[in-house]
């Protein structure tokens, strides 16, 4: 999107407001300290093609996928992204159109995939002092404290 159109941004964010959704999970990752890693997302569902198409216009991030065949309901069209920069820009864009809870959300969204990156890029700048040092770090399940 080049030069965004108020009432084109509006309409996004209250199409988002009401049929999308935002996530972070935690997955199970080995290759860090902590044991795990954050995955956020940006989702919005809908039957109706030329609406997320318009909405995929509007927001100029992510993608759209589809169709998806539900047995014998009309088929869905997914636009969805799981980059940081984009939900964060998607969340920067609607920021001053979401309501009470939707802000919340996208709060503790940030608040926990900022946490979580602190967390492992601490951990991978204690590692590679104490690889430099030639001390081995422990990993979590090999803590010599128990602490896990």
Known sequence: MGAWDLADLAWAAGLFEGEGSMSVSRIEDKRYITGESFKGS???TMTDLDVVERFHAIVGLGQVNGPYQRGEYQPIWVWNTARFE???????????HFGERRRA?????????HDAHTMKAAAAVGRRNS?????PMPRREEDSHGLV
């Open 105 to 113: 959300r996208a709060e503790l969204l940030l608040r926990e995939w």
């Open 131 to 135: 690889e430099r040092l030639g001390r």
């Open 86 to 96: 984009h939900v964060q820009a998607l969340i920067a864009m609607f920021w001053n």
């Open 42 to 44: 940006a989702r919005l």
